[in-house]
């Protein structure tokens, strides 16, 4: 069966530290897709990044940056240099390949204080 | 861009009403998706379409009941609402494992929902 788990229910930094959200997930496939999306208070999840099982490498877009590691089951997501638009609730997610739905972790919190 | 659009962002209803949650996606995407999310229980997935007319029970369809008669617009209906289902509901839409691309869900702006 399929799980997302994201250990920190809630972070609070001081602007500009830089912050690692934690995920770790569990299938028995060998292809799938993992996610991370972002809520910030307004309410509407939007879409960070996509990534399939086969491709490992880390990725970076400006003060995000995304670590990958099928060893331990973790594809984790640092801010660097927080700003307090990133205060949010981030949700790590698993789909699959050849199932339609998408399993989400229940979110972390993240307070980013000025 | 994709779109998702619910057509209602703050509703107020009482107990024992049929209520009716519209969504509309702009992408021809195969898969429509409504999920509830409550304070520390993420997001759950109430219902899932895959198709016009087809439809897979989620985790939580007790109290819902779902319609898709167009591909692009999924409803989600509250046969007789009950204050536990005051939540804030979210739709998505997918284009499915299909797409070579990966199946990465779109979500609308979500609807927040309160039962009295």
């Known amino acids: 069966a399929q799980k997302v788990t994201q250990a920190q229910t809630e972070i609070s930094v001081v602007e500009k530290e830089d912050v690692t959200l934690d995920c770790v997930y569990e299938?028995?496939?060998?292809?799938?897709?993992l996610f991370w999306y972002k809520q910030p208070p307004s309410g509407e999840l939007v879409f960070l990044i996509r990534?399939?099982?086969?491709?490992?490498q880390n990725e970076i877009s400006g003060r995000y940056s995304w670590n990958f590691q099928k060893s331990t089951s973790s594809f984790n997501f640092t801010i660097t240099a927080s700003q307090v638009v990133d205060s949010a609730v981030y949700f790590c997610?698993?789909?699959?390949?050849?199932?339609?739905?998408?399993?989400f972790g229940k979110g972390t919190r993240l307070h980013i204080l000025p | 861009d994709v779109k998702v659009t619910q057509s209602s962002r703050y509703l107020v209803k009482r107990t024992g009403e049929k209520v009716f949650l519209e969504c509309v996606q702009d992408?021809?995407?195969?898969?429509m998706f409504w999920y509830r999310q409550d304070p520390g229980l993420g997001l759950r997935l109430i219902y899932f379409?895959?198709?016009?007319?087809?439809?897979e029970k989620g985790d939580i369809p007790e109290g819902y009941s779902v319609s898709r008669e167009k591909k692009e617009r999924f409803s989600l209906i509250l046969e007789s609402a009950s204050t536990n289902q005051t939540s804030m509901y979210l739709c998505a839409s997918s284009s499915g494992t299909r797409d070579p691309r990966g199946n990465t869900i779109y979500f609308g702006e979500g609807s927040w929902l309160t039962v009295v």
């Open positions: 997610a698993l789909s699959e390949a050849g199932d339609d739905k998408i399993i």
């Open positions: 299938t028995r496939d060998t292809t799938y897709y």
């Open positions: 379409s895959y198709d016009v007319k087809m439809k």
């Open positions: 992408m021809d995407h195969e898969n």
């Open positions: 990534r399939n099982s086969f491709d490992e």
